[in-house]
């Protein structure tokens, strides 16, 4: 198999200077290079760049794509926005982890998968994860828990470990969350376990009114400042932090509900996956089976609605039978058994299946030198 690699960043809160884009240029002379953007994928070569240090220093979300297994997803946000000691109590082992440099909270996530799997192109992957971004700025923890939950996978925790906050909405996870888990192949068994314990999403959502509300609280010269910097476009992380900061003082719907929840731990949550997956596999087994079964009782109707149809013309049927043998033709030797088999099943019906046995016998002692119509014989179990 042929390698194949698959690098792309992409630039969120400022685009790239030109300076910036000629530094990325010195590393790759067929990579795709935007402002927003690098690009560049690999059946042969390696990339000469640094990731780590790429996403400290230019961008704010990462994809690696390898056909032997490997998948990375990395995002950048402002420290201010994501406390590191938040993400170290969801993202700390080697599936999910996370430092701070410059200000800034790079969180990791690593799928390995041994056994490599199908052919996926990258192109197009990052941007269906990459608003994951955005509802963490917002304060949505569901992305980091799923990083304890692929921790959890993995083998990297204690059984006894004890899960952290189970955020609202894990049984309503977003189209980029969706991606995110298909990425990092975590098991659906798992997060559906998992979600028991959480709120529904609407919980941690705010009211217009209530929001207005807290604004009006501000001093006045601190709204002028956030409304100056708003219209010169200073700093776009400003609303989230703004957000993050509205949510802090009214106290948080993720914490009201984490505290209503009972902690589980790594070992209860997989086992409990285990159970439910089987019971999803039994419950699929006797869908299957009683779906069978119906398709079954159709057939059998419609074969008994058949015979009693021919039941009349059996004395013909055998005469059919030998012209169609004596045409010599493939098409008819197929015919001929057909219709053979309709007679066998006729005669079953009226319990004179040795009369059939004997007349069968007869012709196929009679037929003995055309090999093809016998070997017909063989196959239909005639």
């Not at 949550?269 to 285990?274: I, Q, S, V």
């Amino acid at each position: 198999m042929s390698e194949y690699q698959y690098y792309e960043f992409q630039a969120i809160d400022r685009p790239l200077t030109e300076k910036e884009m000629q530094e990325l240029r010195s590393y790759s002379t067929r990579g795709r290079i935007t402002p927003t953007s690098f690009v560049n994928d690999y059946s042969w070569g390696r990339f000469k760049g640094d990731e780590e240090a790429w996403m400290e220093k230019y961008f704010d979300a990462f994809l690696y794509l390898a056909n032997w297994g490997t998948h990375v997803f990395k995002l950048r946000l402002p420290s201010r926005l994501l406390d590191l000691k938040t993400v170290h109590l969801y993202c700390s082992g080697e599936g999910a982890f996370a430092h701070e440099k410059n200000g800034k909270v790079i969180l990791t996530f690593v799928s390995e998968d041994e056994g490599g799997g199908e052919w996926v192109e990258g192109e197009g992957l990052l941007s269906s994860l990459i608003s994951v971004r955005a509802e963490i700025a917002r304060g949505d923890l569901r992305c980091l828990y799923l990083g304890w939950l692929l921790c959890a996978q993995n083998g990297e925790l204690d059984e006894d470990d004890v899960e952290p906050p189970v955020p609202p909405g894990l049984g309503q996870l977003s189209a980029s969350l969706e991606s995110l888990v298909d990425f990092l192949r975590i098991d659906p068994n798992l997060i559906y376990v998992a979600a028991q314990a959480s709120g529904p999403l609407e919980e941690a959502k705010y009211k217009q009114e209530e929001i207005r509300e807290w604004i009006g609280t501000l001093p006045a010269e601190e709204k002028d400042d956030v409304l100056a910097k708003l219209i010169a476009n200073e700093d776009l992380t400003l609303t989230k932090e703004l957000f993050r900061r509205f949510i802090k003082e009214r106290v948080s719907g993720n914490q009201q509900i984490a505290e209503k929840s009972e902690r589980r731990t790594a070992g209860e949550l997989l086992h409990a996956a285990e159970d439910h997956a089987e019971e999803r596999r039994r419950a699929a087994a006797k869908k299957a089976a009683e779906e069978k079964a119906q398709r079954d009782r159709k057939a059998a109707e419609s074969r008994a609605k058949y015979l009693d149809e021919i039941a009349k013309r059996e004395p013909n049927l055998w005469s059919q039978v030998e012209n169609l043998i004596s045409t010599k033709q493939p098409k008819s030797y197929d015919q001929a058994v057909k219709l053979l088999v309709d007679l066998r099943d006729l005669a079953v019906r009226k319990g004179k299946t040795d009369e059939f046995e004997a007349r069968l016998n007869a012709l196929r002692a009679a037929q003995a030198r055309k090999p093809s119509f016998i070997e017909r014989l063989r196959k239909a179990k005639l």
